[in-house]
T-cell receptor, first 112, second 114 residues
Framework: TQLLEQSPQFLSIQEGENLTVYCNSS?????LQWYRQEPGEGPVLLVT?????EVKKLKRLTFQFGDARKDSSLHITAAQPGDTGLYLC????????????FGAGTQVVVTP | SAVISQKPSRDICQRGTSLTIQCQVD?????MFWYRQQPGQSLTLIAT?????????ESGFVIDKFPISRPNLTFSTLTVSNMSPEDSSIYLC???????????FGPGTRLTVT
């Protein structure tokens, strides 16, 4: 089993501040996904990264996949209350398309 | 992106009974999966739903407890059999979009076993 460790587990910040969530593993992943989940709902896909060193930007969110494809980060600039939610990283091993190994999640709370 | 719906959205069931959860995708997908999210925890893969053949189960999950069907490319069911309180979880259907190869999740079915 490939373990994905997310940090921090919980993050509470003020509106306008920046934040970074980390996702680390000792194993290599063929792809890595970031999801956001709100209470009572399923995870919503934010981004998929597949190339080592890849950086993707989605408005105020920046996602980076490590060169060795073992780690990833999510950076939010000028956080807003609407960014509040549980952020999950999930990796797929080589030849295990769709069989995602999830991190434990980072609960982000952005207060006005 | 693929849009996934599940029925029921939630249910409260008695110990020893069974519940079948339905998953419908609005477009053709390559692969479908069932995940479980226990209270306060992250998601765990139960099985891959294979079209026209038996599902492929992950370690710790067996067909007798979680029978799965996938009669066509866009529909699958998961049955939670002989339920116990430990089966109380959110059950989520997931699918990979054939055009984007991105993986999406349904809204989940919240199951409470009393």
């Amino acid at each position: 089993t490939q373990l994905l460790e997310q940090s921090p587990q919980f993050l509470s910040i003020q509106e306008g501040e920046n934040l970074t969530v980390y996702c680390n593993s000792s194993s290599v992943f063929s792809s890595l996904q970031w999801y956001r989940q709100e209470p009572g709902e399923g995870p919503v896909l934010l981004v998929t990264v597949v190339t080592g060193g890849e950086v993707k930007k989605l408005k105020r969110l920046t996602f980076q996949f490590g060169d060795a494809r073992k780690d990833s980060s999510l950076h939010i600039t000028a956080a807003q209350p609407g960014d509040t939610g549980l952020y999950l990283c999930a990796g797929a091993a080589t030849d295990s398309w769709g069989k995602l190994q999830f991190g434990a999640g980072t609960q982000v709370v952005v207060t006005p | 992106s693929a849009v996934i719906s599940q029925k029921p959205s939630r249910d409260i069931c008695q110990r020893g009974t069974s519940l079948t959860i339905q998953c419908q995708v609005d477009s053709q997908v390559t692969m479908m999966f069932w995940y479980r999210q226990q209270p306060g925890q992250s998601l765990t893969l139960i099985a891959t739903a294979n079209q026209g053949s038996e599902a492929t189960y992950e370690s710790g999950f067996v067909i007798d407890k979680f029978p799965i069907s996938r009669p066509n490319l866009t529909f699958s069911t998961l049955t939670v059999s002989n339920m116990s309180p430990e089966d109380s979880s959110i059950y989520l259907c997931s699918a990979i979009d054939t055009k984007t190869y991105e993986q999406y999740f349904g809204p989940g079915t919240r199951l409470t076993v009393t």
